[in-house]
Structure formats: structure tokens, C-alpha cells
């Protein structure tokens, strides 16, 4: 544990964020700026592929998505950024999003090309078909997987369910033994549908809890108009400013607003970690291209749009409320901001928190699903699955403290070999997007073939 400690302090520092920073910016350059289609892919989410290869639609497959990217790191996370970066870092977050979405863009593409039956029939794909077929390096393969499983079980399960007993015992007095059998009960029920069920439920959940929770910013913004010029004002001129707010307000200027932002923005759009290509290639698709503009557009929505207002709500209670930010812990600034708007803060940051956490679960529970198949087969499934619910009612209890580490070790390994693969596919990435969207063929069907009829399994 105190290697795996060692090493995540060097590494999730400024290493991996100069690598995405990198990855972002040259797959920006390489795709000739593909973020500016964002609202052709926004379109396209709506419009349904019914001939093509896949088991749901391209609305499903955001929705599904967008499970995963919007946690509660656009809320904690977001809010641990402005503490220590200051309120400039709302503007690099936002940034981030705009950038990232050409990485999104493009290990969608890859994945989509390679994806292939499995040995019952549906349809999967992900970094690890692009490692296998791709660039040949299946050992790469069964590390992404291994560490996909690892962290869709620490992440997106036992600190989601503790996250969201926490919050019920703490504001409703609910036990935690409660939450355990009645969540565990919901979520069980949910999937027993498989991906096509838990589909269904995302596509209605996922936008019911993004227009609440938009709206609740809205309203909160709004019923404070007065002070929303002063409040952009702060974030703008801070996100250049070399030096704090006179009489320090929060934040020491640029350095650490463009750090702690651009890594909030990362994170929270997850572009380059390689888990929602996995979940994107279950859409029925007529050519990767398609689907990938689909899958770009969740970033627009989870770090342009959630996390940008979360901040700007951030920034608007400190500034009004005179919160004094270096008296906090960075994990209790959103409790303390939120709760300083009267009416409306609480029962956003209530239910922003249950619902991102309660959604990530099943975006994860797919993801992992996905890997434990690729590296063993149909048959361990259903150990998955009762192992998946087992940790979700031990996660409503007590979680050990170095989870979070397990957590950023594995990580790591999801990213590089997903990062490894895109750097030696960037030309296929150019040509599919030449070929299907700057030569105005989207509508064509794939021409990739080969791939559809591989087993990964054997």
C-alpha cells in the first residue's frame, strides 16, 4: 500500500495531467478540430440506425454513457478545484471539456471499428478489441480489463453505494442497513434486464436527473442575477490572474487555477480512460464515425455544461456568503457553499450527489461486465454479477480508507494501454474521419467487416 501510495503521488500529479493534456490537444490537431461537429453528433443521438450492428440505440448508448461520466466528481470534484485553484478554475474545467472531446471522439471511433461478436451472440467492443486487433498486443488487453473490473468494483460500486447511505444517514437519519436492502433490491432489479434493460432505465433516468439538476443551477443563478456579472467577472480575470484576490478571497492565482481545473476537467469527462467506448459500441451503428460524434457529445453535456455550472454555483455562494475558504477542508466546500444558498443549495447538492452516484453504478456494472467477459468468458457472468451486488450492500457500511488508492493505481492501467493504442491507431482515426465525415459520407455503411466476426472469447 505505500508503493501503490508512492506511485499514485507521482503519477496522478503533473505527469498524467501533461499526457492528457498532450493526448487532447494532438487529437484535436490530428482530427482537424472534430469538436466543432459536436452539434451534428448532438443531432444524430436522435435519430435511430435500425439495420446496422448493435442491441440498442444511439440515445441509449449517451445515456448510458453519460451514467458513468456524471458523478458525483462534477459536484465534490469541481468544488475541490475552486477551493485550492480558485475560482478561475471554472474556466480551465471548461477548457478541459471543450478539448477532451476529440480524445472521446476518437477512442470511440477506434473501439466501434474492432468491435465483435461475442460467443452468445451480442455485440462488444472497447480498448481492449482495439488492443487485441488493433495494435495486436492482446497481454495489454487482459491488463486494461483487469484493472477495468478492479476499478468498476472500488469506484463504481462500493464508493458510489457509500456515498449514497452517507447521505441518507446523515440528512434523513436512514440506517445504513436500510439502504443496503432496499438500493441493493432497486438496483438488483434493474439488472436483471442485462444491457439492454439497464439501457432502458438510463434513458430515462440519466436525462431525468441532468434536466433537475441543470435546472436547479439555473434557478440558483438566476434568483441571484444581481451578482452574476461580478461572479463570471472573478472567474475570468482569475483564471489569467498571477496572483490571488486582494484581501485573499481564495485561490493563488493562474498556476494552480489552470492545474486544478484542466485536472478537474479531465477527470470528469473521463476522455482517454477508455470506459465509455465500451459502453458506446453497444449502439446500433451504420459506420464508427456516427456513434462517435454521439459519444463526443456526452462531454459537452457532463463537463461544458455540469460541471461549468456547478462552478459558477460554487463561485456565486462563496463570493455572496463571504465563505472562508482556507478554513475549510477542500471535500467540505461544496457542503458549505450549497448549503449557504437558502431554499434551493441543499436540495440541489442532495440530489445531485444521490442521483450521479446511483447512475454511475449501473454505467460501471457494464463496463465491468464487458471486461470479466472479454477475459473469461459467458461463464463468469454470474459470478460477476452476485460478487457486484455483494459489494454494493458492503459499500453501504464502513469502506476501507486506502480504497481510493487501489482505486488511482488501477486507474492508471485502464488509461495508459487505452493511451498506448490511440497513439499508434491516430491514422486510422484520420482516415475513418476523413472517409465518413469531411467526405460527407455518414450515412454509408461500414465498411469494416472483418472484425464483426471475430470471437473474442476464443
Same mark, same amino acid.
Given at each position: 500500500? @505505500?508503493?501503490?501510495?508512492?506511485?499514485?503521488?507521482?503519477?496522478?500529479?503533473?505527469?498524467?495531467?501533461?499526457?492528457?493534456?498532450? *493526448?487532447?490537444?494532438?487529437?484535436?490537431?490530428?482530427?482537424?478540430?472534430? @469538436?466543432?461537429?459536436?452539434?451534428?453528433?448532438?443531432?444524430?443521438?436522435?435519430?435511430? +440506425?435500425?439495420?446496422?450492428?448493435?442491441?440498442?440505440?444511439?440515445?441509449?448508448?449517451?445515456?448510458?454513457?453519460?451514467? %458513468?461520466?456524471?458523478?458525483?466528481?462534477?459536484?465534490?470534484?469541481?468544488?475541490?478545484?475552486?477551493?485550492?485553484?480558485?475560482?478561475?478554475?471554472?474556466?480551465?474545467?471548461?477548457?478541459?471539456?471543450?478539448?477532451?472531446?476529440?480524445?472521446?471522439?476518437? #477512442?470511440?471511433?477506434?473501439?466501434?471499428?474492432?468491435?465483435?461478436?461475442?460467443?452468445?451472440?451480442?455485440?462488444?467492443?472497447?480498448?481492449?478489441?482495439?488492443? #487485441?486487433?488493433?495494435?495486436?498486443?492482446?497481454?495489454?488487453?487482459?491488463?486494461?480489463?483487469?484493472?477495468?473490473?478492479?476499478?468498476?468494483?472500488?469506484?463504481?460500486?462500493?464508493?458510489?453505494?457509500?456515498?449514497?447511505?452517507?447521505?441518507?444517514?446523515?440528512? !434523513?437519519?436512514?440506517?445504513?442497513?436500510?439502504?443496503?436492502?432496499?438500493?441493493?433490491?432497486?438496483?438488483?432489479?434493474?439488472?436483471?434486464?442485462?444491457?439492454?434493460?439497464?439501457? +432502458?432505465?438510463?434513458?430515462? !433516468?440519466?436525462?431525468?436527473?441532468?434536466? !433537475?439538476? %441543470?435546472?436547479?443551477?439555473?434557478?440558483?443563478?438566476?434568483?441571484?442575477?444581481?451578482?452574476?456579472?461580478?461572479?463570471?467577472?472573478?472567474?475570468?480575470? @482569475?483564471?489569467?490572474?498571477?496572483?490571488?484576490?486582494?484581501?485573499?478571497?481564495?485561490?493563488?492565482?493562474?498556476?494552480?487555477?489552470?492545474?486544478?481545473?484542466?485536472?478537474?476537467?479531465?477527470?470528469?469527462?473521463?476522455?482517454?480512460?477508455?470506459?465509455?467506448?465500451?459502453?458506446?459500441?453497444?449502439?446500433?451503428?451504420?459506420?464508427?464515425?456516427?456513434?462517435?460524434?454521439?459519444?463526443?457529445?456526452?462531454?459537452?453535456?457532463?463537463?461544458?455544461?455540469?460541471?461549468?455550472?456547478?462552478?459558477?454555483?460554487?463561485?456565486?455562494?462563496?463570493? @455572496?456568503?463571504? %465563505?472562508?475558504?482556507?478554513?475549510?477542508?477542500?471535500? *467540505?466546500?461544496?457542503?458549505?457553499?450549497?448549503?449557504?444558498?437558502?431554499?434551493?443549495?441543499?436540495?440541489?447538492?442532495?440530489?445531485?450527489?444521490?442521483?450521479?452516484?446511483?447512475?454511475?453504478?449501473?454505467?460501471?456494472?457494464?463496463?465491468?461486465?464487458?471486461?470479466? /467477459?472479454?477475459?473469461?468468458?459467458?461463464?463468469?457472468?454470474?459470478?460477476?454479477?452476485?460478487?457486484?451486488?455483494?459489494?454494493?450492500?458492503?459499500?453501504?457500511?464502513?469502506?476501507?480508507? !486506502?480504497?481510493?488508492?487501489?482505486?488511482?493505481?488501477?486507474?492508471?492501467?485502464?488509461?495508459?494501454?487505452?493511451?498506448?493504442?490511440?497513439?499508434?491507431?491516430? +491514422?486510422?482515426?484520420? #482516415? /475513418?474521419?476523413?472517409?465518413?465525415?469531411? #467526405?460527407?459520407?455518414?450515412?454509408?455503411?461500414?465498411?469494416?467487416?472483418?472484425?464483426?466476426?471475430?470471437?473474442?472469447?476464443?
Amino acid at each position: 500500500m @505505500q508503493f501503490i501510495s508512492e506511485f499514485n503521488h507521482h503519477i496522478w500529479g503533473s505527469i498524467l495531467l501533461l499526457l492528457l493534456f498532450v *493526448t487532447h490537444i494532438f487529437f484535436t490537431i490530428r482530427t482537424k478540430a472534430i @469538436q466543432r461537429y459536436f452539434l451534428k453528433g448532438f443531432l444524430l443521438s436522435f435519430q435511430k +440506425d435500425r439495420q446496422a450492428l448493435g442491441s440498442i440505440s444511439h440515445f441509449s448508448a449517451l445515456m448510458l454513457s453519460l451514467s %458513468i461520466t456524471v458523478s458525483t466528481g462534477n459536484i465534490i470534484g469541481v468544488a475541490t478545484a475552486v477551493a485550492i485553484g480558485g475560482p478561475g478554475a471554472v474556466f480551465w474545467c471548461w477548457l478541459a471539456g471543450i478539448i477532451s472531446m476529440a480524445t472521446k471522439y476518437s #477512442e470511440a471511433l477506434l473501439s466501434l471499428k474492432y468491435r465483435s461478436n461475442t460467443e452468445h451472440g451480442s455485440v462488444a467492443g472497447g480498448p481492449m478489441y482495439v488492443l #487485441e486487433y488493433g495494435i495486436g498486443q492482446k497481454w495489454l488487453a487482459v491488463v486494461f480489463c483487469v484493472s477495468t473490473v478492479i476499478v468498476s468494483f472500488s469506484m463504481g460500486n462500493i464508493t458510489q453505494s457509500h456515498t449514497i447511505s452517507t447521505l441518507l444517514q446523515y440528512n !434523513f437519519h436512514i440506517s445504513p442497513h436500510i439502504t443496503a436492502i432496499v438500493l441493493t433490491l432497486l438496483t438488483a432489479a434493474v439488472l436483471i434486464g442485462g444491457t439492454k434493460g439497464i439501457s +432502458d432505465f438510463c434513458k430515462k !433516468f440519466v436525462p431525468f436527473m441532468l434536466f !433537475f439538476y %441543470i435546472l436547479f443551477c439555473l434557478i440558483i443563478i438566476c434568483s441571484n442575477y444581481d451578482v452574476i456579472l461580478p461572479v463570471l467577472k472573478i472567474i475570468f480575470t @482569475q483564471a489569467f490572474s498571477k496572483q490571488a484576490i486582494d484581501g485573499g478571497f481564495f485561490g493563488t492565482g493562474a498556476v494552480l487555477a489552470i492545474r486544478y481545473g484542466l485536472s478537474r476537467g479531465f477527470f470528469c469527462s473521463e476522455s482517454g480512460f477508455g470506459s465509455s467506448p465500451i459502453l458506446c459500441c453497444e449502439a446500433q451503428s451504420k459506420n464508427p464515425a456516427r456513434q462517435a460524434l454521439v459519444s463526443m457529445s456526452a462531454v459537452f453535456w457532463d463537463t461544458v455544461v455540469v460541471s461549468t455550472l456547478t462552478g459558477i454555483v460554487l463561485v456565486l455562494s462563496i463570493f @455572496q456568503n463571504h %465563505i472562508v475558504i482556507e478554513e475549510l477542508s477542500a471535500g *467540505t466546500v461544496a457542503l458549505k457553499a450549497f448549503n449557504a444558498i437558502a431554499g434551493m443549495g441543499p436540495v440541489t447538492l442532495l440530489f445531485g450527489l444521490i442521483t450521479f452516484a446511483w447512475s454511475s453504478v449501473f454505467g460501471w456494472y457494464a463496463c465491468g461486465k464487458r471486461a470479466i /467477459e472479454y477475459l473469461g468468458g459467458k461463464k463468469l457472468l454470474l459470478p460477476f454479477q452476485i460478487l457486484w451486488l455483494v459489494a454494493f450492500v458492503v459499500g453501504c457500511g464502513a469502506i476501507p480508507d !486506502f480504497l481510493q488508492n487501489i482505486t488511482d493505481f488501477f486507474l492508471f492501467f485502464m488509461i495508459l494501454p487505452n493511451l498506448i493504442a490511440l497513439y499508434l491507431l491516430h +491514422d486510422t482515426v484520420w #482516415e /475513418e474521419t476523413e472517409n465518413y465525415i469531411f #467526405e460527407k459520407q455518414l450515412d454509408a455503411p461500414s465498411a469494416n467487416s472483418a472484425a464483426k466476426t471475430k470471437n473474442p472469447s476464443k
